[in-house]
C-alpha cells in the first residue's frame, strides 16, 4: 500500500495549511523531517522540519500524530501545520515526494481508503463532500445529518430486516422436510409489503434533499420592460442583469444565486415573452419558456402602468406556486386592485424598492415549503433514488410470486440494490464516480 500525501487546506497564501500523509510509510517519512521519534497520538506538538538531504531548516510546523486505526482513512495518519505560504509548501512537499514509498494522493483517495477501511459508508462520504461544498445554512444541516450517518442507518436497516427475512425464506428452500411455522410465506409478505409502503413514503418526497443540495430554481417572467432584470439586480444587490429601457434587452438566461434564510435559491432573469422581432430574440423566448416549465417557483411579473392590457403569454403561466409580481407601483396612483391572475400579486417597486421585503418573504416561505429541513431523513442523490427504486420494484415482485424460490431470487435483488447505496455490495464500477466528487475546486 502506498503512503500518499496531499494540501489538505485551500491552495494558495494564508496563515497555516494542512498537509496530511496517510499510509504505512507516514510516520518514518514525518520522522525524516523531524530527526525526532513520532509524537504521541493525537498530541500537538512544534517540530523544525528539515530537509533530510541537505539539513536545511524548511519550517516550524505542529506535528499531529493519528496511528491507526484511529485515523480519518483507518491507517496511520500525520498532519503538518504548516505556514501556509507558497514557498513553504513547494520545500515540504519536495522533501516529502523524494521519500520512498510516498506520492501525491489522487482527488478523494484520502476519503476513499477511509471507506475502504470501514470509516464510513458510502453515503457518509457523499455527505462530507456535500458538507464541504454546502453554500447555505441548510445545506449545511442536511449535509452534516448524512455525514453523521442518518441515511445509512436508515438503509443498513431496511437492509438487515429484508436479510432476515431471505433467510427464512432461504431455510424453506434448503429444507423443506423440516416443519416451519406456518404461514411463513403469508408473514413474509406482511414484512414486505410494511417495507415497501416505507420506501415509497421516503422516495415521495418531491426531490426535497436533491433540491436542497443543487439549489431550488426560481425563474423570472414577464413581458419585456415590465422590470424583471431590475428586480433581479435589486434582490442579487449587483448589477447581473443588464437593464434597459429598450425593449427585448435580455436575450439569454441570467443566474443568480442567492442565499434566502439558509436556503439556496437559483434565480433566473429570463427574456421578456413576446412575439419577437428576431432571431436571437425569439430563442431567447423559446429559453425562457422553456425555463419556466422546468422552475421549482415561477415569479410572474406584470407592470402597474399597463395593466388595462393584460399580458396572456405570462398570465398563461400561472400555476399553484407562482408569485404574482406586480412592478413599478411607484408609478400609479395607490389603491388599486392588485389581483391578477385570480390570484392575489405582491405591489413592488424594483427601482425604489418598495414592497420588495414582502415579497422575499412570501418567496422565502415558497423556498422552505418546497425543501425545507424536516425531522425524518431524505434522500439527496439520483443514485439514491435509482437503487431505491429498483429495491421497491424487486419488492413488489417479491410480494406476487407464487413459488418460493422466486421469491427468494427477488429478495436477493431488493438487498443488492439497497446494499449498493450504502456500498455493502458490488460497488468498484461506482466508487470512481462517488469520489470524484472530491476534487476540490471542481
Ligand atoms: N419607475 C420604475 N421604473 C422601473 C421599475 N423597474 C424597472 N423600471 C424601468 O423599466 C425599464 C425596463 O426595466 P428592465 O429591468 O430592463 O425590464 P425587463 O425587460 O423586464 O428586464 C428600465 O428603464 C427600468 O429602469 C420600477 O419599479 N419603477
Ligand atoms: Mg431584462
Known sequence: ??????????????????????????????????????????????????????????DQAIVVAFP?????????????????????????????????????AEPGEFTRRAFEN??????????LADLVGA??????????????????????????????????????????????????????????LRLQRELSAH???????????DGVSVAILGAPNVGKSSLINT????????????????????????DLAGYPVIMADTAGLRNAS???????????LARAESADIRILMFDATALHAVDAATTALVNDTALVVINKVDLVAAGRDMTLGGKAAFAVSARSGGGIEELVGALTAAVVAQVGIRAEPVLTRARHRHALEECRQALARASAAEAVELLAEDLRLAV?????ITGRVDVEDLLDIVFREFCIGK
Open 203 to 213: 422516495l415521495d418526497d418531491r426531490r426535497r434533499g436533491e433540491r436542497l443540495r
Open 1 to 58: 500500500m502506498d503512503t500518499i500525501y496531499a494540501l489538505s487546506s485551500a491552495p494558495g497564501r494564508a496563515g497555516v495549511a494542512v498537509v496530511r500523509i496517510s499510509g504505512p510509510q507516514a510516520f518514518a517519512a514525518v520522522r525524516a523531517l523531524t530527526g525526532k521519534p513520532t509524537p504521541a497520538a493525537r498530541r500537538a506538538v512544534l517540530c523544525r522540519l528539515r530537509d533530510p538531504q541537505s539539513g536545511g531548516e524548511l
Open 118 to 127: 470501514g470509516k464510513l459508508d458510502l453515503t457518509a462520504a457523499e455527505g
Open 235 to 258: 434582490l442579487a444587490g449587483r448589477d447581473a442583469a443588464i437593464v434597459s429601457a429598450q425593449a427585448g434587452t435580455t436575450r439569454d438566461v441570467v443566474e443568480v444565486h442567492l
Open 135 to 192: 453554500d447555505t445554512e441548510a445545506q449545511r444541516v442536511q449535509a452534516l445529518r448524512q455525514l453523521g450517518g442518518e441515511l445509512g442507518t436508515l438503509y443498513d436497516g431496511w437492509r438487515g430486516s429484508l436479510l432476515r427475512t431471505l433467510a427464512h425464506v432461504e431455510a424453506h428452500i434448503d429444507f423443506p422436510e423440516e416443519d416451519l411455522p406456518s404461514g411463513l410465506v403469508a408473514q413474509t409478505k406482511v414484512e414486505l
Open 416 to 420: 443488492r440494490a439497497i446494499g449498493r
Open 68 to 104: 491507526a486505526p484511529h485515523s480519518f482513512t483507518g491507517e496511520d495518519v500525520v498532519e503538518l501545520h504548516l505556514h501556509g505560504g507558497r514557498a513553504v509548501l513547494r520545500a515540504v512537499v519536495e522533501a516529502l515526494a523524494a521519500q520512498r514509498g510516498l506520492r501525491p
Open 278 to 288: 428576431d432571431e436571437i430574440e425569439s430563442e431567447g423566448v423559446r429559453r425562457a
